[in-house]
């Protein structure tokens, strides 16, 4: 029945010379573990997680192909396992800064990332992402501007789950509902966002108004396509799911925006697309009047310039398809006097009078942004697959990515930060540390995918709601010898695309590779001898495939999943982690955060204290037995033979508790002991209450760890596991007492009452701690005053790190409210001596009763100390 499906659908293209062609079956194309291997720069060696989960790439630009699997790399850098219920999402940043939403996700660059991630062979992380902005307590989709929608369905064009996308269809509309109370404007038939919150900080238009920051709110083409795209794509749900009236809706709205857009953001004197000011704007002599395009009125009126990149985002999403007479808007494209440069694109065309360079962040005046350049370039695809144009060329498409590639360097590695000079290629200003390194706000291997290789899916759809047309439409260079894209995912099926010139480089047989070929599950079912589009139909499955490349799987409507037992980032007790002893500067909170990376910096790791010959130990307590049926030991190994420098250990055990007793378990069970990639336990069935991983180092070094995971069976929602009775600083929520207060209090958010509201947080985000930053004292204190005196003689303090202007104190000593007056505990002890932060600290003391304390802090000056819990215990 396959090959009659194919056989039968092939004839069809025998007209344009395309030759169908079922022959033997091939496993693999590419060498792929040498391909991986050959990546000198990985600090993620993990080779099974990529061969599971990646489509392979080989091509004869070197730059091309290392920085595809570099920007594959650097997503497990920014993938966070968030929470047993959200499962798996993306950071932008490598910290997690103060706006970010929750477990650090920031809605700007969603739609990249989901473009990305959807190439990955398994959907689970592509599907997790998608739910986490719609049903994840403190996620932020409409802080800033992004096409989520659209996305999500691009998702599900490739890992089809018509449940999933039912599920997902109610949030989708609330959302653009939102999104429409807030910023549409019936008037103009438009909607409007400032710059800063479509992602462009400082911009040519902001610059022209008081607020040079988040000034010059307007109809911008950026936002306005997202906007269109999202309604397209909700239509296009609605109609899968049989719900006509929204799907009625939405296509009709689409239909007013876009000729709204086309009406009244093209400038046909200057041949693009353009922001259109919201309000008079008067600064300086600018004097903006409202509903003008840049440069129609101000300080530049009548200027011929004024493009920026942000005007080809209509292409991004095929909103121009069958309009050819806006192609001419891609002649500045490639013109040294409009955007190209050696590191381009800039954001800015370069004669515009206000281009300007600064070495700071988020100035969208000129610098070569990878955000706009991903959009570009998707752009530029959409348009050269859809007609031919004599603005711009395949080639282009080519060189343009090409300059991409290159982009990702620093000295001579690869590399990406926020933005980069484009003459230079420099980082110089955008690459703030513990922040940018790494940077995940672009795509790139969606380009080479769909773009360079030219992989789309298509409709129709069959009964199960799949699309069934993939079309092939290469932009590659004709002169290219070879290229080939190995093991996409799509649907269940598994899609290669081998461009062999001469048919000599692959090796494929019987005359099948020379040319083009299509490979479908292990066999050519297609090849023609130039590069010229190509489509076929993807066989019909009964049930989206999905394939077991990661641990965890969620199946939509089930009520259990596999989970990650050990991660903890809202702060709860349990699961909890303690160490043999940590170093300075780490903390061993990181190896439950969900995020793992190797990197001495910016550091995500625990290590452990000096030097020693004896046993290091980490244990996570689950707080109630859990079904755990995986381990993962994710060591860390900083590749130096220096005295006290981190290695994987030279040998380990590993423990489980359900009741008192320990349980060693067997070591054979165990996989290879190595740094840079997860060490693999299997335990088979059964409860375990703590793991406890014992590591001997080896002579004359230390060990760390980045990450451990328990992987095991959790049912949906997750039932978090109670805190240990018997802390008497604990405040529920609306109680008076115990009251926490303190000498100083930060003004961003972090006050005393957060102390002890039964939550640890110790990274920036979310906010929920207490600081005295900014304190104008040299020591500053905490209190907790009881409702009645109680007896107590163990104080716990998380210590708040941020690493800079709150940080561990010199010192600290608990006082208790005796007489009318404060004194310190008598026989107080601290573990460890030395206050450490990111971590626990307990003091012990003789017994007292009181119906206060309060902690004494004497600051690591300058910078100020901190706490995200208190705990009291009595005696």
């Known amino acids: 029945m396959l090959l009659r499906l194919i056989v039968g659908t092939l004839v069809a293209f025998a007209v344009l010379g395309v030759s169908p062609c079922v022959q033997r079956g091939w496993a693999q194309v590419l060498d792929k573990q040498s391909l991986l291997e050959k990546q000198r720069y990985f600090d993620n060696r993990d080779w099974g997680w990529y061969l599971e989960n990646i489509p392979f790439f080989d091509c004869p630009d070197p730059d091309l192909v290392t920085t595809y699997y570099y920007r594959w790399e650097l997503i497990t850098k920014h993938l966070t396992y968030g929470s047993q219920d959200s499962g798996y999402l993306f950071t932008e940043f490598i910290d997690r800064p103060f706006w970010s939403g929750a477990y650090g996700a920031i809605s700007c660059p969603a739609g990249h990332q989901l473009y990305e991630a959807r190439w990955l062979r398994n959907p689970t992380i592509a599907n997790d992402y998608s739910k986490y902005w719609l049903q994840t307590k403190g996620a932020q989709p409409r802080n800033y501007s992004n096409w989520l929608a659209d996305s999500v369905l691009a ?101 007013e925006l876009r000729e709204t857009v086309l009406k009244k953001l093209w400038d046909p004197k200057r041949q693009f697309f353009f922001p259109m000011f919201k309000n008079d704007e008067n600064r300086d002599g600018y ?52 955007f190209y440069a050696e590191y381009g694109p800039s954001t800015v065309e370069r004669n515009d009078p206000m281009f300007l360079l600064q070495k700071s962040c988020c100035w969208w005046s000129g610098q070569s942004w990878p955000y706009a350049t991903t959009q570009t370039l998707k752009g530029l695809a959409n348009l050269l697959q859809t007609r031919r144009t004599d603005a711009v060329s395949s080639d282009d498409y080519v060189r343009l990515l090409q300059i991409y590639a290159k982009s990702h360097r620093k000295d001579g590695k690869p590399y990406l930060a926020e933005a980069l000079h484009p003459d230079t290629g420099s980082f110089e200003g955008h690459d703030g540390y513990n922040h940018s390194e790494h940077y995940f706000h672009s795509g790139f291997c969606d380009l080479v995918i769909s773009g360079l290789v030219g992989l789309d899916v298509q409709g129709p759809e069959d009964p199960n709601g799949a699309y069934m047309e993939v079309r092939i439409s290469p932009l590659a260079f004709k002169d290219w010898e070879y290229f080939a894209l190995d093991g996409v995912m799509v ?96 903390s061993v909170s990181k190896i439950q955060d969900g995020n793992y990376w190797y990197l001495q910096n910016p550091p995500n790791r625990w290590e452990s204290g000096d030097a020693k010959d004896g046993k290091e130990w980490v244990e996570v307590d689950f707080g109630v037995p859990r079904p755990i049926q995986t381990l993962k030991f994710y060591f860390l190994d900083d590749d130096t033979d220096r005295e006290g420098s981190i290695a994987a250990p030279g040998q380990t055990s590993v423990a489980t508790q359900l009741n008192d007793e320990w349980n060693r378990l067997d070591h054979s069970r165990m996989g290879a002991i190595e740094g840079h990639r997860p060490t693999t336990m299997k335990l088979g069935d059964g409860m375990i209450r703590k793991v406890r991983l014992e590591m001997v180092p080896k002579q004359g070094r230390r060990v760390g760890l980045t990450e451990i995971e328990a992987w095991g069976n959790g049912e949906m929602p997750y039932r978090i596991a109670p805190p240990p009775s018997g802390n008497i600083a604990y405040r529920p929520a609306g109680a008076e007492f115990p009251r926490a207060t303190a000498s100083h209090s930060d003004r961003f958010g972090g006050t005393a009452e957060k102390s002890n509201d039964g939550k640890t947080v110790f990274v920036p985000n979310p906010v929920n701690r207490w600081t005295s930053y900014e304190s104008p004292n040299n020591t500053d204190w905490l209190q907790i005053q009881f409702e009645k005196p109680t007896r107590f003689s163990r104080v716990e303090l998380a210590i708040y790190d941020d690493r800079g202007g709150v940080q561990a104190p010199k010192s600290y000593a608990i006082e208790v409210w005796r007489d009318n007056g404060w004194e310190r505990v008598r026989d107080e002890t601290h573990q460890p001596v030395e206050p450490r932060g990111s971590q626990w600290n307990e003091a012990q003391f003789e017994p007292v009763t009181s119906d206060r304390l309060r902690i004494v802090f004497e600051h690591k000056l300058p910078a100020k100390s901190g706490v995200t819990e208190v705990m009291v215990w009595p005696e």
Do not use: C
Request: proline content about 4%.
């Open 155 to 255: 998702v599900d064009r490739v890992h089809p789950d018509p449940t999933l996308l039912k599920s997902l269809l109610p949030g989708l509309v609330d959302n653009y509902r939102k999104w429409k109370d807030r910023h549409y404007d019936a008037d103009v038939g438009l909607f409007w966002q400032t710059g800063h919150d479509d992602g462009m900080e400082f911009n040519i238009a902001s610059r022209q108004t008081q607020d040079i920051l988040r000034g010059a709110p307007g109809y911008r083409p950026s936002f306005n396509a997202y906007m269109w795209a999202d309604a397209i794509a909700i239509a296009q749900i609605a109609k899968r799911i049989n719900d006509a009236a929204t799907e009625q809706e939405f296509t009709a709205f689409a239909a």
């Open 287 to 338: 004097d903006i009047k409202a509903r003008t395009l840049v440069y129609e009125t101000g300080r530049f009126a009548g200027d011929s310039h004024g493009r920026e990149l942000i005007g080809y985002v209509p292409w991004q999403f095929k909103m121009l398809d069958s309009t050819p007479e806006f192609d001419v808007a891609w002649r500045k494209l490639m013109d040294r006097d409009g």
């Open 491 to 586: 649907q269940g099926h598994q899609v290669s695309v081998i461009w062999d010139k001469d048919g000599n480089k692959y090796g494929l047989q019987d005359g099948a590779g020379k040319g083009l070929t299509v490979i479908l599950d292990g066999r050519a079912i297609l090849n023609r001898p130039d590069m010229k589009a190509v489509s076929f139909r993807l066989p019909s499955v009964a049930k989206p495939g999905q394939s077991s490349a990661t641990e965890s799987q969620n199946a939509s409507g089930s009520d259990n999943r596999i989970v990650n037992h050990a991660v903890n980032n809202d702060g709860d007790y349990f699961p909890r982690v303690s160490a043999s002893s940590t170093s300075e500067n780490t």
